[in-house]
Nanobody, 124 residues
Framework: QVQLVESGGGLVPAGGSLRLSCAAS????????MGWFRQAPGKEREFVSA????????TYADSVKGRFTISRDYAKNTVYLQMNSLRPEDTALYYC?????????????????WGQGTQVTVSS
């Protein structure tokens, strides 16, 4: 079993920055990749970004390209999401997820472990 714990959320003004972290623990962790998703009140969960664990190939939703950066620390089993130039529409509960094997629906789907989420609120 793999546990994912997110941290780093908070309240920031528009234009500000936050860095989210997601630490994986449990059995020897081995993933094809990890991703970040978000869900705003009254909206469906949406894909934000993903990274493959070994090759560090990255993917971003169009809405965050150029503002968010995903990275990972292999030794710490941790994935990060650096969020800059935050906008009120970025307000959401942010989840990290791990895919332990490749899926043809990567990176939007195919995750088998999820964290509990960390709240990001951007004030206007």
């Amino acid at each position: 079993q793999v546990q994912l714990v997110e941290s780093g959320g908070g309240l920031v003004p528009a234009g500000g920055s936050l860095r989210l972290s997601c630490a994986a623990s449990g059995r020897t962790f081995s993933a094809y990749g990890m991703g970040w998703f978000r869900q705003a009140p009254g909206k469906e969960r949406e894909f934000v970004s993903a990274i493959t664990w070994v090759r560090r190939n990255t993917t971003y939703a169009d809405s965050v390209k150029g503002r968010f950066t995903i990275s990972r620390d292999y030794a710490k089993n941790t994935v990060y999401l650096q969020m800059n130039s935050l906008r009120p529409e970025d307000t959401a509960l942010y989840y990290c997820a791990a895919a332990t094997w490749y899926s043809s629906s990567w990176p939007e789907e195919g995750y088998n472990y999820w964290g509990q989420g960390t709240q990001v609120t951007v004030s206007s």
